[in-house]
């Protein structure tokens, strides 16, 4: 069962510069004609503090994930899933108050912070969650920067729908250029809710395998390589009790960008000739993403809020984090 109801994977978290081909990715300096776009000013998702205070409010609510292909029940923050986007500057003290509007516990994790325990936000380590109609007033300081990510760390409320994204930015100049910047956060969605799955997986393993072997792939088998091995091979599966197909325990996602699925076509403008960062991340609860631009090259540029030697890629891998 990989549905992830903890954070104990690794956060990968890269952040892209990805140059359009009108411009070599390495030497041209362009002239900035234009000012940096900055979050704040390419999605209206991010968070702004209320009038007159100087604090962040988040809930946690009930939602409905749709992703054009199904709709469901989920869990998000401010009414939306993904939640909005926080940006945080470096060397500032936070304090968020989260107030939980669903009818269960709840929490938020800080995903890659660093920070005092008793602000992490994993109920039974570090704090007792967030009861249900309760505030939690998280407060604490920003010591990093970099691409980062939010989500509920209770039950499976995650997966279905409590996440959002976190951008910190640095104190010293970034050893990089760029005209305008995107989050580009990945998902899957699921038709059914976690605990439906756990249950449905608890009660028969290969519920979600969508390609069970057949009798009649055995009698393609006994005719392909004779009655003993393919016995021999039924029985070698049959020991490890899996399926010959079954690649993955669960099938079935379909793949978000920022909620968004393919056919909702997710978009992020620019003008030719512009550096775009874009901020990857995959809070996944199982997909890995393979990811490219048609005829654009992409410069790795940070990885996990540190910045890397620059490495040119046209293609690159993102795993749960
Ligand atoms: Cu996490």
Redesign the pocket.
């Known amino acids: 069962m990989a549905i992830k109801t903890t954070?104990m994977g690794r956060k990968i978290i890269a952040a892209i510069i990805a140059a359009t081909l009108a411009m070599p990715a390495f030497l041209a300096t362009p002239a900035f004609a234009s000012e940096r776009k900055t979050l704040t000013e390419t999605t209206s998702r991010v968070l702004q503090k209320a009038p007159g205070e100087d604090i962040y409010r988040l809930t946690i609510d009930p939602v409905t994930i749709d992703t054009g292909g199904f709709q469901r029940a989920g869990v998000g923050f401010n009414g939306a899933s993904p939640g909005p986007v926080l940006v945080f500057d470096e060397g500032e003290e936070v304090e968020i108050h989260v107030k939980n509007n669903l009818d269960v516990e709840s929490s938020i994790?800080w995903?890659g912070f660093i920070l005092p325990t008793e602000m992490d936000g994993v109920p039974g380590l570090s704090f007792d969650g967030i009861a249900p109609g309760e505030t939690f007033v998280y407060r604490f300081p920003i010591i990093q920067s970099g691409t980062y990510w939010f989500?509920s760390h209770s039950g499976f409320q995650e997966p279905d729908g409590a996440y959002g994204a976190i951008v910190i930015n640095a104190k010293e100049r970034e050893p990089f250029r760029y005209d305008r910047e995107y989050i580009v956060q990945l998902a899957d969605a699921h038709p059914h809710r976690g605990a439906k799955i756990m249950r449905n997986l608890k009660t028969l393993d290969d519920y979600y395998n969508r390609q069970q072997p057949t009798l009649g792939d055995f009698f393609g088998e006994i005719k392909e390589k004779g009655f003993g091995a393919a016995v021999a091979h039924r029985a070698a599966w049959g020991n490890m009790r899996m399926l010959s197909s079954d690649i993955e325990d669960l099938q079935g996602f379909t793949p978000l960008i920022n909620g968004k699925s393919a056919a909702q076509n997710w978009t992020g403008e620019f003008e030719p000739g512009e550096r775009i960062r874009l901020r990857f991340i995959n809070s996944s609860a199982m997909a890995f993403f393979d990811i490219r631009i048609p005829g654009v090259e992409m410069l790795i540029v940070n990885a996990d809020g540190n910045n890397v030697q620059p490495v040119l890629v046209d293609e690159f891998r993102i795993a749960v984090?």
């Open positions: 954070a994790h995903h989500h984090a």
